[in-house]
């Protein structure tokens, strides 16, 4: 898991579009599913009519102590 306050950039394989977001809670985990976006990021993306996405994720920023 990553720290919360981690500042990610995603990027959907499908869409090209690319948006940074900090990790602030760990939700649910389901099995084959990295990183569990808001509807917001989602509509970003260009991917919230799927509701499974293909997406690359590049830690940008992790918190410090």
């Not at 981690?6 to 389901?30: H, N, P």
Request: glycine share 12%; charged share 25%; with cysteine.
């Amino acid at each position: 898991f990553l720290p919360l306050g981690t500042v990610l950039s995603v990027k959907s394989i499908d869409t090209g579009k690319q948006i940074r977001v900090i990790v602030r809670d760990r939700g649910t985990c389901i099995h084959g599913r990295g990183i569990d976006l808001s509807k917001s990021g989602a509509k970003k993306l260009g991917v919230h009519k799927s509701g499974v996405a293909k997406v690359e994720a590049t830690i940008l920023k992790t918190p410090t102590k």
